[in-house]
């Protein structure tokens, strides 16, 4: 099986102007790539749907390091969200 993609080149001027229309092309699979006096520097692609039509969780998986302790409770905003007993909480 041949899987063939098609992939326009425009402008930002036209892809400003035929914005509806680029999109429209976008949603029936092709893709588009679009250019600063005619060199290309990004790619407009359509999103694979899900069994749910709905857009897939995670799209930016791997791009950003997440520190280990990221979900984390932070102490000093538990305690200034909560109250704290101690008078360590610094003056407002």
């Given at each position: ?35 600063k006096n005619n060199k290309p520097f990004a790619?407009?692609?359509?999103l694979k749907p899900t069994p749910e039509g ?34 360590e909480l610094p003056a407002r």
């Amino acid at each position: 099986m041949t899987n063939i993609v098609t992939m326009k080149m425009v402008n930002i001027a036209e892809a400003k102007a035929k914005f509806s229309e680029i999109s429209r092309q976008v949603q029936n699979g092709e893709r588009i790539v679009l250019c600063k006096n005619n060199k290309p520097f990004a790619q407009i692609t359509p999103l694979k749907p899900t069994p749910e039509g709905k857009r897939p969780l995670g799209l930016a998986r791997g791009m950003m390091p997440l520190p280990k302790d990221f979900n984390e409770p932070d102490p000093q905003l538990e305690a200034d969200f909560y109250g704290n007993n101690s008078s360590e909480l610094p003056a407002r």
